[in-house]
């Protein structure tokens, strides 16, 4: 992926996007979608992408990834 260009990474299946959280050693984008209560991950290499969590009863709003120690909370 060109690093100066605008592109659609994910365009379908978010509903609310609350937080978003980069993993630039990964090359990761993190969300939170308050509608569909999960945390999802995109490859941003391959744009591959899945839900990590998906859980009514907590509620995701934010997110802060630490690549350097491999941490997410």
Known sequence: MRKNYQTVLIDGD???ADALA???IHDRLFWTD???DTISVM???TLKR???F???AAKPTSIVVDPRKG???
Do not use: C, F, G, P
């Open 14 to 16: 978010v509903h609310i």
């Open 22 to 24: 980069v993993d630039w």
């Open 34 to 36: 308050e509608a569909l």
């Open 43 to 45: 490859d941003l290499t």
């Open 50 to 52: 899945r839900v990590l």
């Open 54 to 56: 998906a859980d009514a």
């Open 71 to 73: 941490n997410m909370q």
